[in-house]
């Protein structure tokens, strides 16, 4: 009986059987890129990862089995007599099993590389590789849940508000794994099965990677995927932003303020609907009516602006028919094509078409970047469809259902191109979601429209260490949560003051929210404008939170030539700001299970108050190096957990050595 065809092809592995063609070849340092098809041509799209240079391998083709080995990583094939197809397996240097395909099952007649027929359509995929029992799964990207090692997770592979789905695991075991397909699907690591599914696709293509530490893994994914640039130094103080300064003298106003209070600011937001209407990429000249003069200013104060853009063309944009008729726009399958209806019907433009991301860019080019404004907020980045039926939208790549999730990559890219066209360097613009990738166009990911709980506060912890661990060492969230704060309620100024202690030691701190009650705004000729939020500065929520803010404030200060430090780290090695417990500290078994407190690189131990009106906290110190109390210099050795304790103005903060030793005291 047949078994199929190995063939050595340079330094790639064939194989070929009943319809399937598969490639398995070396794709960066201790890397596998594996690729097959189903009566198709195998594709050579790039999604996330980069061109790769050619790299010795050992191939090795007998009578029944074929190996490929990479450094650290040998894949071995072994076909199957039963139903003629070919089992893989992964094994680091030393022999051990990493991961491995389900097997036929006998008489059940499995397939690990499912390719089911879409009648008239390309193919629904399942990728089926046998649990590892005890195993520790980390990555995923962005999901809201309070979980750190994702074993036994069920995710859905789309981008939601909130949600940035992105397809890179982590495991305890020794490898990394990007499922590189940007179409919607779903992955489950459950106790009996891992398996990805992509709801419509023309072929698997996945990377996989050994190395012997986390850090070691992480690194080589940035090799192949792309890291961030360097961090401007205004990425590294305080930014100022709520929902929304309406218009241009209230905006500087603040900013007036916090010089006048002598208090360090770095950046300022203009929000959404500053436009005279969605789509339109300019100013409403009513409420800023100089921007230039707007800009200016706030440059001589040494502050940055940046500006809020949506992806959404109004129906009533001065650029909707051009746009339309250029088929610049996404397309809705069936039905009227309206994505969202938020602020009036829009559609979104097509981020995955490269004529649409030069137009909006020229646009916002125009009107925003030719006065000074080098940073802009890329909102509704999944993008947030009205209703989220992801199977009747069709974009310039092929359909949402194929491509959709590597949307927000790509939106990303068309600012960063045309950012760096202008000359910029060091492009950093604040983004909604991301995908596998999104990091090397100066993505900094923030983690959407979160409420104003403590429940909210402490997933935004999982989800932060975990998208460092997928390759986007930039994020952060709206301090306080986006939804549900009101500045005059007692509860909600300490659950603030919380998540501020914790902003100090995020990649970027930025202040935001849409804090209650609303006001409702009209324009001269008396139409209703979007409505403002209440204050939101630091002065805004009484002289108690006032003076434990301003002190987080001028920590943050404190802590700028450390944070530059990290920063460079992320550029030139790909190592995430923020890091779990593990990845500085993998041979410590408590480490791999800590959700709640992380390190702020590689020195600084943070344990954020997570639960209301708490405190007091344990936390754990690992062994192997000593830990110095920022607040009181006191040093205990590593190897124990310890009660802290935490009053409103305190967050538990240890230096790993005591160093840097300047630091103590600040808090």
Known sequence: MGIGLFKQDGNRLLWRNKGEQMIVEPWGENSLRVRSTFLHTI????????????????????KNRATIRNGKIMAEFVPNTWNRNCRISFYNQKGKLLLREIDSGGALNLHARHFKPIIGGDYQLTMSFEANNPEKLYGMGQYQQEFLDIKGCTFELAHRNSQ?????????????????????????????????????????????????TPAEIVEAYANVTGKVPMMPEYGLGFWQCKLRYYNQEQLLEVAREYKRRNLPIDVIVVDFFHWTALGDYRFDEEFFPDPQAMVDELKSMGIELMVSIWPQIGLNSENYEEMLERGLLVRAEKGVNISMQFGGDSVFYDATNPEAREYVWEKCKKNYY??????????????????????????????NLQVGNIFPQLFSKGFYDGMKKEGQKNIVNLVRCAWAGSQRYGALVWSGDVHSTYEDFRKQICAGL????????????????????????????????????????CPVMRLHGDRSPATFLYKKDGSPALFTGSDNEVWSYGEEVYDILVKYLHLREALRPYTRKLMKEAHEEGTPVMRTMFYEFPEDPISWDLKDQYMYGSDILVAPIVYEDATMRKVYLPAGVSWTSMHDGKVFEGGQWVNVEAPLEIIPVFLRNGEPSYLIGKI
Request: include cysteine.
């Open 43 to 62: 594709d050579d799209t790039l999604w996330a990862l980069l061109p790769q240079k050619e790299c010795q391998t050992e191939i090795k083709i007998e």
């Open 164 to 212: 940035a789905s992105i397809p890179f695991v982590l495991s305890s075991l020794g490898y990394g794994f990007l499922w590189h397909n940007p179409a919607i699907g779903k992955a489950s690591f459950s106790n009996n099965i891992t398996e990805w599914y992509a709801a419509s696709t023309k072929q698997l293509d996945y990377w996989i990677t050994a190395g012997d």
């Open 370 to 399: 030719d006065y000074g404004i080098k940073i802009f907020w890329l909102d509704e980045a999944e993008p947030e469809y009205g209703v989220y039926d992801f199977d009747n939208y069709r974009y310039y790549l092929g359909p």
């Open 466 to 505: 975990n998208m460092g661990l997928s390759g986007i060492p930039w994020w952060t969230t709206d301090i306080g949560g986006f939804l549900g704060g009101n500045p005059q309620n007692e509860s909600f100024r300490k659950l603030l003051v919380r998540w501020f202690q914790y902003g100090t030691f």
